[in-house]
């Protein structure tokens, strides 16, 4: 990494409210920005940092848990925890579509009793569907 050089700095626009503001130049990269912008990133990278670390811890004492009470897990390779996984969740996605299917054909049995009825009783017919 190159050494940063202070005369690789200049003032494009001047803020003279608040300098953080001021629209900085750096030379060798053509590359502006205000110092308030980096420090609003530099706040935002903390934050990543703090959520980073803990989603770390969490995800460590996950597998150290699994590991310690499931131990056939841990001797699995990565492709078979890959396929494992992939099964998995094509069954999730597999009970999900056949409710969601009981779901659509009851519902179409609903309606189709429903139109039976109004049929009957306003004396409608395909005949008079297909008009509208």
Same mark, same amino acid.
């Given at each position: 990494?190159?050494?940063?050089?202070?005369?690789?700095?200049?003032?494009?626009?001047?803020?003279?409210? !608040?300098? @953080?503001?001021?629209?900085? &130049?750096?030379?060798?990269?053509?590359?502006?920005? #205000? /110092?308030? &912008?980096?420090?609003?990133?530099? %706040?935002? /990278? &903390? =934050? /990543?940092?703090?959520?980073?670390?803990?989603? $770390?811890?969490?995800?460590?004492?996950?597998?150290? *848990?699994?590991? %310690? *009470?499931? =131990?056939? $897990?841990?001797?699995?390779?990565?492709?078979?925890?890959?396929?494992?996984?992939?099964?998995?969740?094509? @069954?999730?996605? /597999? #009970?999900?579509?056949?409710?969601?299917?009981?779901?659509?054909? !009851?519902?179409?049995?609903?309606?189709?009793?429903?139109? !039976?009825?109004?049929?009957?009783?306003? *004396?409608?017919?395909?005949?008079? !569907?297909?008009?509208?």
């Amino acid at each position: 990494m190159s050494k940063i050089k202070a005369e690789d700095f200049s003032i494009a626009k001047a803020n003279k409210k !608040d300098f @953080k503001k001021s629209t900085i &130049e750096r030379s060798n990269l053509t590359n502006t920005f #205000t /110092l308030e &912008e980096m420090e609003a990133d530099v %706040r935002r /990278l &903390e =934050t /990543l940092e703090r959520e980073m670390t803990a989603q $770390i811890k969490v995800s460590k004492a996950a597998i150290d *848990n699994i590991n %310690r *009470n499931h =131990t056939h $897990i841990s001797k699995m390779s990565d492709e078979a925890l890959r396929t494992a996984a992939y099964v998995y969740e094509t @069954k999730q996605v /597999l #009970t999900a579509a056949e409710k969601k299917l009981k779901e659509v054909k !009851d519902t179409k049995k609903k309606y189709a009793e429903v139109k !039976d009825v109004v049929y009957a009783k306003f *004396n409608f017919s395909d005949e008079t !569907d297909n008009k509208n």
